[in-house]
């Protein structure tokens, strides 16, 4: 099969690859389009991501959609034919995190496009049946590949605890901040903040994801008063990160989803002072269904992300465009 290789950093090659081989209970996906991700971007430009290191060439992507078209032999055949949307990992199901229903924490597991395991820019992939999950025909491919993103912002919402009635500051209208916003909406917030310095992501943002969008350089003050009851950064930027904790109410959440720097410095005193429970997400846990559910429904307009597409062949001019430009807002390769 023809697959993008990410062979060393900054470098994308397109090369004929072994079709992945099926465990007793994998099924084989015959990929029809893939979102690109922030942490492919940091990945190909960077090396690593914390402490994951890129270290032998490997095939990005996981936010991915398909067609199942073979099937190992624990799994029902009528399972092929079926569109799915592909949740990316595979824990081991039997360590003390899975045991606890935390299977993202798992110790022992094996995701897509995190070294050294391959991900989906590529004609084919596997995974476990279990996690490839139906889509409706009324679902687009590129709609199902974003299911992926969507159960971030799911897991992101669950996380800060928002209710009916929350008031929420997101900071970054990338699509992760997009989507949490909405899923927050959904959840119940009555207002939903979004802070972000490009004018053309604030008013994406106004289109039905967010109630209000605020540029955090020339009205930081707007974002402060009144407190919010959750802050969730999907900047990854120090200043952001900082700005928007001091906005959270006493006994109100701080979720850290955004990528960017590793460090940031904290006001550990108002953190005590108003009791705020500051945490992070790091992938999901039982997401697919409802995330499934929100945008079959409409709830969430998946598609009107998407604002770029790309070949396989073109896998390094969508991961360097997605990298530098605020009007991709989500970038999409079809295989
Ligand atoms: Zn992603
Ligand atoms: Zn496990």
Redesign the pocket.
């Known amino acids: 099969m023809k697959a993008s290789v990410l062979v060393s950093m900054q470098k994308i090659e397109l090369r004929e690859v072994e079709i992945p081989r099926l465990a007793a209970d994998e099924v084989l996906v015959r990929i029809s389009a893939v979102?690109v991700?922030?942490?492919?971007t940091h990945f190909y430009a960077e090396g690593h991501i914390g402490d994951m290191v890129v270290r032998e060439s490997l095939i990005l992507g996981?936010?991915a959609a398909g067609c199942i078209v073979d099937a190992g032999r624990e799994v029902p055949r009528e399972r092929i034919g079926q569109r799915v949307s592909i949740e990316p990992q595979r824990p081991c199901r039997t360590c003390v995190y899975c045991k606890r229903g935390q299977y993202n924490l798992c110790i022992d597991m094996r995701f897509y496009a995190a070294p050294p395991v391959d991900g989906a820019f590529a004609e084919y992939a596997s995974i476990p049946a279990d996690f490839a999950h139906p889509v409706p025909d009324t679902m687009s491919d590129e709609a199902s590949a974003l299911i992926?993103?969507l159960s971030?912002a799911i897991a992101t919402c669950r996380k800060a605890r928002i209710t009916a009635g929350s008031r929420v500051l997101v900071a970054g209208a990338g699509p992760?901040g997009l989507l949490v916003s909405r899923v927050a909406r959904i959840f119940g917030a009555t207002e939903v903040i979004v802070s972000d310095p490009s004018e053309y992501r604030r008013r994406f943002a106004l289109n039905g994801w967010a109630t209000a969008a605020n540029d955090p350089i020339t009205e930081p003050s707007a974002v402060t008063s009144p407190l919010v009851d959750a802050f969730v950064d999907a900047s990854g930027a120090p200043t952001a990160i900082n700005q928007g904790v001091h906005a959270v109410r006493p006994g109100g959440k701080v979720v850290l989803v955004g990528m960017g720097a590793e460090e940031v410095e904290l006001p550990v005193s108002l953190i005590q002072n108003r009791e705020i429970e500051l945490t992070g997400v790091f992938r999901y846990t039982d997401t697919w269904p409802l995330a499934i559910e929100l945008a079959a429904s409409g709830s969430v307009a998946l598609d009107q992300l998407v604002t770029h597409r790309f070949g396989l062949d073109d896998v390094e001019a969508a991961l360097k465009h997605a990298g530098r430009n605020p009007e991709a807002v989500k970038s999409v390769v079809i295989p």
């Open positions: 979102g991700c922030g942490s492919d996981h936010e992926e993103p971030v992760i």
